[in-house]
C-alpha cells in the first residue's frame, strides 16, 4: 500500500512538472532551457564520473 | 480606509520587522565577534566561539541584505537618500562589514598566531563598529539629517560627517552595541560550557545593565530634542513626492503620539522588560530564555523608535517641510501588492529553514570536535 | 550642479567593484553544481573518493564564496550610496527584483552554505546532498534576480513613469521578469559560470595529474569538468547568439557598437571581423570584412536592415526635440501636479521623456526650454557609447568563448579514453586556459554596460544625472578605501588559494585511502579497499 501511495504522489508531481512546464516553455522559454539543461549537465557530467569508475575497473581486471 | 494606505503601513511595519529581524540575527553574529577575543583567551577557545554561530552567520547576514533590498523596493526614496547623505558613515559600515566573511572563513585556515590574531581584530571590529553605526543612524534618523531636494527629486546632502556622530547619536550607537553583545553573549552561553560560557555569561549582564541605562536615557534625551510633526499633507494615500508638505519642528514633539495612545508606551517597557529579565534569566543560567528576551528587546526599542517617529523616516532638519514620511517614500501600491506576495510566501519558509539548520546544528560546540573537523572555523 | 568629474568617478567605481565583485561570482555559479555533481555520484554509488572530491573542491569553493560574499555587499550598498538619483528614479521597479533575490535566493544559499560545510557528520547522505543541491540553486536564483534587474537597465519592460512621484514604476510585473533581455541574460551568465568553473577544476586537476599526485581524485575531477564544460560552452555559445538577437532589436546603439557599424548598408551588410574604430571622424580606420554575414548573424534574415550610426543619431535628434516638452511639463507638475495643461503635454510628449534629459546636460543653466540645435547636436551624438572598446572586448570575449570550446572538445576526447594524464601538452594547456573564463566574463559585462551608455537605464535615464551630487574629495575617499581593500583582498585569496590547491586534498585530513597516491595511474577505489 505504500508503495502505492508513494506512486501516486510521484504521478502527482509528475502531472504539475508537465503543467509548469508547458506553461514556462510557453512565456520564459530561455528559463525552461536553463531548468532542463542544467539538470542535462549535472547528471551528464555525474554519469561520466560513474564511467570512469568502469573504465578503471576494466583496466585493472581485464575480463578474459 | 483604501488599499494603499494599508500596504503602505503593512510595509512600514515589514520595514520594522526586518529592521528588528537584522539587529537580532546579525546583531547576534556580531556580538559574538565583540567579544571574541574577551571570552577566549586562548585560540581553542576563539575557535569554539566562532564556531558557534560558524555554519549560521551567512545566512544571518541575509537579514541585512534583504533589509537593504527591502528599503530600496519598499522606500526608494529613503534608501537613495539616507544612502548617499551618510556616504562616509555607509561606507565604514560596508568595509567593516565586508571583511567579516573573509574573518570567518580565513581565520582558522592558516595556524600562524599573528595571521589569527589579525584575523580576530578584524572581527572584533567588523562586530564592534557595524553595531554602533546601526545605533547612530537610527539616532540620526530621530535627530533630523540636513538634506533637500531638487524639482526632479535628485537630494542634496549638506552636512558633514562628523555631525553623524553628534552625542544623542552615539548614545543609541552605545544602545544598540550594548544589545548586541548580550545577544552574542547569549548565543554563546548557549552553544559553549566552561570558561567561555562563564565569560559569556558576564557579557550578557553587562551588556544587558549597560544597554537598559542607556536606552533610559536616550529615552530621556528624546523628551528634549526637536521633533517633526506633520501640519498640511496630501492625502496619505495619495501618489506624492515630499514637496508637497509642510512640516513644523517642536521639542519634545516625538512624545506626540504617545500621548495620543497611551497604549504605546508598552513598546519601552518591553524593551526595558526584556533586558532586565534577560539578565536575570543570564544569571540564573537560562542560555535560551535569556536569548528570547534578548530579541523581544531589540523589538521593543526598534519598535520605540518607529512608534515615535510615525509617519517620519528621515526627516530633515534643513528643510523640514521635505521630510520623508512613510506616506511620501514608500513605492507604487503595484510594486507594494507583488512584494507582498512574495513576503508571504517566502518569509514564513526562510523562518522554516533557518530554524531547521539551527535544530540541526543544535548542541554544545566542544573543543574536540573543533580538532577534529576539518571544515571548522 | 552636476559635476562631471563626480559621475566619471562615480562610474569608475561601480565599474571596479563590479568587475571584482564579478571575479568571484561565475566560479560560486558553476562549483555549486559541479559539487552537486561529483556528490550525487557519491551517494548514488557510494564510493568514498566522490565524497573526498566533493569536500576538496567545496574547500576550494568556500574560499571564493567568502569573498563572493563580500564583494556582494559592497554592490547592494553602492546604487544607494553612488547613484542615488537612480535609486529614487527606478527603486520602484528594480528595488523589487533586488529584494525578492534576498528573500527567495539568498537565504537560501546562505542558510545552506553553511550546513553544506559544517553538516557533513550532522545530516544523512541524501539529506546533505539535497543541501549541495539548494545551494546551487540558490546561488543561481540570486543570479536570476540580478540579471532580470540588470536586464530592466538594459530593456526597461514592465515599467511607466509616474510624474506625480517622479520616478519609474512597476506596471507589470511579469513582463519584468520574462523580459527576454532578462531571460537570455540569465541563462548566458549562469552557464558562463559553470564553464569558468569547469576550466579551473579542469585546470587545478591537470595541475595534479601533470604532478601525478592525487591521481584518483584528479582524474574524476577532471573527467566530469571536461563533460560539465563542454556542454556548458556549447549552451553559453548559443545563449551570447540569442542576446545579440534580443539585445540588437532592443538596443541598436549597442549593436551598432559592437560592430563599430558607422553606416547603415543595404542588406545583407558586411561583417567586420577586425577594425580600428574612431569615435572623432565616426568611422573605421582600418578594417577587415566579410562581405553578406552580418545581417544573418544579427537578424537571422538575409533582408532586414541593421541601422547604423548615422541612422541612430539622426533618430535621436527626432527624440530629443520630441522630449524637450516632456521635460517642461515635468518640471511644471513639480510644483504643482493638478496643473491639468502641464499633464496633457507631459502624455503627449513622455515616450522621449529620456532623450528631454539628455540634452538636459549641455542646455545653458540645464534649463531644456533654451537648448539650441547645437546642444541638440551634441546630445545626439552621445546615444552611440565609445565604440572602440566594446567592439573589441567583444570580440575578445567570443575568441575565448570559441577557444575554451575547441579546448573542452579535446579534453573531452582524451579523458573519455581515459589517457588524458598521457597527453602531457594537454595538462599544461589546461593550466593556462584557467584565467581565459575569468576574462571572458569580464569582458561580457564590458560589452553589456559600456554598450548600454549613455543610458543607465536604456533610454529612459541617462547616466550623467544618475550619480549621487557628492564632492569629488569623498570619491577620491571612498575609491583609496575601496583600492586598499579590495588589493589585500585578492592578495590574500589568491595566496590562500594556491596553497590550498598546492596541498591538496590531503591537507584536508580525508580519510580515504586513495589520496595522495604516489604511483602514476595505480589507483583502488576506496570501495574495493573496504
Not at chain 1, 508537465?18 to 531548468?35: E, K, Q, R, S
Not at chain 3, 572530491?53 to 567545496?58: D, H, N, S
Request: hydrophobic residues 55%; charged residues 10%; aromatic residues 14%.
Amino acid at each position: 500500500m505504500k508503495t502505492f501511495w508513494l506512486f501516486l504522489v510521484y504521478l502527482l508531481i509528475a502531472l504539475l512538472v508537465i503543467v509548469l512546464g508547458i506553461i514556462l516553455g510557453d512565456i520564459g522559454p530561455w528559463y525552461f532551457a536553463w531548468l532542463v539543461g542544467t539538470v542535462m549537465i549535472v547528471l551528464i557530467s555525474a554519469a561520466g564520473g560513474a564511467l570512469l569508475d568502469t573504465q578503471e575497473d576494466e583496466k585493472q581486471s581485464p575480463r578474459a | 480606509m483604501e488599499a494603499y494606505v494599508i500596504l503602505k503601513s503593512l510595509w512600514w511595519l515589514l520595514l520594522g520587522v526586518l529592521l528588528m529581524g537584522l539587529a537580532i540575527m546579525v546583531g547576534m553574529d556580531m556580538g559574538v565577534g565583540t567579544l571574541l577575543r574577551f571570552v577566549g583567551r586562548t585560540d581553542t577557545e576563539r575557535r569554539v566561539a566562532l564556531n558557534t554561530i560558524g555554519p549560521h552567520w551567512d545566512g544571518n547576514q541575509v537579514w541585512f541584505i534583504l533589509g537593504g533590498g527591502a528599503i530600496f523596493a519598499a522606500f526608494p526614496l529613503i534608501y537613495a537618500t539616507a544612502f548617499s547623505g551618510l556616504y562616509v558613515v555607509m561606507l565604514l559600515l560596508l568595509w567593516t562589514m565586508i571583511v567579516r566573511p573573509l574573518g570567518f572563513e580565513y581565520r582558522s585556515k592558516l595556524p600562524g598566531t599573528g595571521w589569527r590574531n589579525a584575523w580576530d581584530w578584524m572581527l572584533f571590529l567588523s562586530g564592534f563598529l557595524p553595531m554602533v553605526i546601526y545605533g547612530a543612524a537610527i539616532g540620526n534618523m530621530l535627530d533630523g539629517v540636513p538634506f533637500h531636494f531638487d524639482w526632479d527629486m535628485n537630494s542634496h546632502y549638506t552636512g558633514s560627517f562628523i555631525t553623524l556622530f553628534n552625542p544623542f547619536a552615539v548614545v543609541t550607537g552605545l544602545v544598540s552595541l550594548s544589545l548586541s553583545i548580550y545577544m552574542g553573549g547569549a548565543m554563546l552561553m548557549g552553544r559553549t560550557e566552561g570558561a567561555v560560557y562563564q565569560r559569556a555569561r558576564k557579557a550578557v549582564i553587562g551588556g544587558g545593565l549597560i544597554g537598559a541605562a542607556l536606552f533610559a536615557l536616550a529615552g530621556i534625551w528624546v523628551s528634549f530634542l526637536p521633533g517633526y510633526q506633520l501640519v498640511a499633507a496630501p492625502d496619505p494615500g495619495a501618489a506624492q513626492t515630499p514637496l508637497q508638505q509642510t512640516v513644523t519642528v517642536a521639542s519634545g514633539a516625538w512624545l506626540h503620539n504617545f500621548g495620543a495612545h497611551p497604549a504605546l508606551w508598552l513598546v519601552p517597557v518591553l524593551g526595558f522588560a526584556g533586558m532586565l529579565l534577560g539578565t536575570l534569566a543570564a544569571g540564573n543560567h537560562k542560555p535560551i530564555l535569556t536569548w528570547w528576551l534578548g530579541a523581544l528587546a531589540w523589538i521593543g526599542v526598534i519598535g520605540t523608535a518607529g512608534a515615535a517617529m510615525f509617519p517620519f523616516m528621515m526627516p530633515s532638519s534643513s528643510d523640514p517641510s521635505q521630510s520623508l514620511t512613510v506616506w511620501n517614500s514608500v513605492s507604487s501600491e503595484h510594486t507594494l501588492a507583488w512584494m507582498t506576495g512574495w513576503t508571504a510566501v517566502f518569509v514564513p519558509l526562510v523562518l522554516w529553514y533557518t530554524s531547521w539548520a539551527f535544530y540541526v546544528m543544535r548542541g554544545k560546540v566542544k573543543s574536540e570536535t573543533i580538532e577534529a573537523d576539518e571544515h571548522a572555523y | 550642479m552636476i559635476n562631471g568629474t563626480v559621475v566619471a568617478l562615480s562610474r569608475w567605481q561601480f565599474a571596479m567593484t563590479a568587475l571584482y565583485h564579478f571575479l568571484f561570482v561565475p566560479l560560486t555559479l558553476g562549483m555549486t553544481f559541479l559539487l552537486a555533481a561529483m556528490e550525487t555520484v557519491y551517494v548514488t554509488t557510494g564510493k568514498q573518493i566522490y565524497r573526498d572530491m566533493a569536500q576538496f573542491w567545496g574547500k576550494l569553493f568556500l574560499i571564493n564564496f567568502a569573498l563572493g560574499v563580500s564583494t556582494g555587499l559592497t554592490m547592494e550598498f553602492e546604487f544607494g550610496t553612488n547613484w542615488s538619483f537612480y535609486s529614487g528614479f527606478v527603486g520602484d521597479i528594480f528595488g523589487a527584483p533586488l529584494a525578492i533575490e534576498g528573500l527567495m535566493a539568498f537565504f537560501m544559499e546562505s542558510t545552506f552554505v553553511g550546513l553544506m560545510a559544517f553538516g557533513w557528520q550532522r545530516l544523512t547522505k541524501v539529506q546533505h546532498l539535497i543541501v549541495t543541491y539548494l545551494v546551487a540553486l540558490g546561488s543561481n536564483l540570486s543570479a536570476l534576480w540580478i540579471l532580470v534587474a540588470n536586464g530592466f537597465m538594459q530593456d526597461p519592460q514592465g515599467a511607466k513613469f509616474n510624474p506625480l512621484t517622479m520616478r519609474m514604476e512597476l506596471h507589470d510585473f511579469p513582463a519584468l521578469l520574462f523580459s527576454p533581455d532578462a531571460q537570455d541574460k540569465f541563462v548566458h551568465t549562469s552557464i558562463a559560470g559553470y564553464v569558468t568553473a569547469s576550466v579551473f577544476v579542469l585546470g587545478v586537476s591537470a595541475y595534479y595529474m601533470l604532478h601525478q599526485r592525487h591521481m584518483a581524485l584528479a582524474k574524476r575531477s577532471f573527467r566530469m569538468a571536461a563533460l560539465f564544460g563542454v556542454l556548458a560552452t556549447a549552451g553559453v555559445i548559443t545563449l551570447g547568439d540569442a542576446l545579440g538577437f534580443v539585445g540588437g532589436h532592443a538596443q541598436p546603439s549597442k549593436l551598432a557598437a559592437m560592430e563599430a557599424m558607422w553606416h547603415t548598408e543595404a542588406p545583407p551588410a558586411s561583417f567586420n571581423v577586425a577594425a580600428i574604430p574612431s569615435q572623432r571622424e565616426q568611422r573605421n580606420l582600418w578594417t577587415l570584412q566579410i562581405p553578406c554575414v552580418l545581417t544573418p548573424l544579427i537578424t537571422h534574415t538575409m533582408t532586414q536592415t541593421v541601422p547604423g550610426v548615422d541612422t541612430l543619431e539622426a533618430q535621436a535628434v527626432q527624440r530629443i526635440k520630441n522630449g524637450i516638452p516632456a521635460v517642461e511639463a515635468l518640471k511644471e507638475l513639480s510644483g504643482n501636479p493638478n496643473d491639468a495643461q502641464a499633464m496633457a503635454q507631459f502624455d503627449a510628449h513622455q515616450a522621449d521623456l529620456g532623450y528631454g534629459f539628455l540634452v538636459q546636460r549641455y542646455a545653458p543653466n540645464q534649463d531644456v526650454a533654451l537648448a539650441t540645435s547645437g546642444d541638440i547636436a551634441k546630445a545626439a551624438r552621445d546615444v552611440i557609447p565609445q565604440v572602440a572598446p566594446i567592439f573589441w572586448s567583444f570580440r575578445v570575449m567570443v575568441a575565448m568563448g570559441l577557444l575554451m570550446l575547441a579546448f573542452f572538445i579535446a579534453a573531452v576526447i582524451f579523458t573519455l579514453r581515459n589517457d588524458a594524464e598521457k597527453h602531457r601538452w594537454l595538462l599544461k594547456l589546461a593550466l593556462w586556459m584557467i584565467p581565459v573564463p575569468f576574462v571572458a566574463c569580464e569582458m561580457g559585462w564590458l560589452v553589456a554596460e559600456l554598450g548600454r551608455q549613455p543610458w543607465t537605464v536604456y533610454q529612459m535615464l541617462p547616466t550623467w544625472m544618475a550619480a549621487s551630487s557628492h564632492s569629488v574629495g569623498y570619491m577620491v575617499f571612498s575609491l583609496a578605501g575601496f583600492l586598499l581593500l579590495y588589493s589585500i583582498f585578492i592578495a590574500v585569496e589568491m595566496y590562500l588559494m594556491v596553497k590550498f590547491i598546492r596541498l591538496g586534498p590531503s591537507a584536508h585530513g580525508s580519510e580515504s585511502p586513495t589520496r595522495g597516491g604516489g604511483s602514476a595511474g595505480t589507483y583502488a577505489p576506496a570501495a574495493m579497499l573496504k
